[in-house]
């Protein structure tokens, strides 16, 4: 919040808050930004400020801001989900927002469901945790996740999961060898090159310096600035021998954190818009509407909620 950098907590007044709300208007900040921004952020500032006795009244309460229009929710339809089904780069990530689909679950509750959590017998669910995705100066151990021993509700759910879908989370189990414990999701981590070397059959090539250049070769590869399979691979060989030797201190694969929760950053990026692209909706749903998604399908169902 830069508009209040220079003030004290006191001397921030209804009025200051009156004329940070015009402020952001002339900045050309939208109704919902600056609800957001009021709502979300100083209001809690305030509420907490109050709480630790640090203020004797709440300068923000009461200060209104420009109404929101609230616009027609737009609900994926069962043709729509089952194209960024079929787009999604592979089977656990299809099973993943199946789950979500037919459970409604939040994206922490999902990420950290486990296999014990599940009654395959019976295909009931119990909801009893979450987790979520920290900056690591925020977490008590520094770690990127942090599990909540409840969901955001704070009271463990029940429910019945469809038999197909607990069918398929149950052969997922069997495949992948998972023990009560283990979650259900869970990223992997990259299995490290293959450095054997494939045969380039002597092809040369003419770099842009004028020089005749061998693929598979190192020199290639760094004078050449060839960046094709064969150069790689020999460059990546040349340097997995040097740290064999102790000649060059070897770069550990960039972890964010040894937890195996999926990040939902990760997975929307690397899965979900890619996927969502592919199908070519005309608008673009998020993973969190595949819950809204939930709760009208099973209306439209004749469901009672």
Known sequence: MPYFADMKLQDITSETVREWITHLKKQGASAYRIKYCK???????????????VLVYHPSRGVKTDPVPEKPRQIITADQFARIYEALPDATAQLLVETDIESGLRWGEL???????????TGILTVSSSVVELVPKFHPEGRRFLVKDYPKGKRWRRFKLSPQIVAKLKAHTEANNLAPDDLFFSRHRAEPPNLELLDPDA???????????????????????????????????????????GKDNPRKPRVIDDYPHISANWFRTRC??????????????????????????????????
């Open 39 to 53: 709502t979300a952020i100083l209001n809690a500032i305030f509420t907490t400020a109050v709480n630790d006795g």
């Open 111 to 121: 990420t950290e469901l486990r296999v014990k959590d599940l009654d395959f017998a």
């Open 203 to 245: 092809l040369t090539f003419e770099a842009p310096n004028g020089h005749t250049y061998t693929h598979g070769t190192t020199t290639a590869y760094s004078l050449g600035k060839c960046k094709c399979h064969h150069c790689r691979a020999a460059y990546a060989a040349y340097r997995a021998e040097r740290r064999a030797q």
């Open 272 to 305: 979900w818009h890619p996927a969502r692209a592919a199908a070519d909706l005309g608008w673009s749903p998020r993973i969190h509407d595949l819950r809204h998604a939930h709760a009208s399908w099973l209306l439209a169902g004749g469901a009672d909620l």
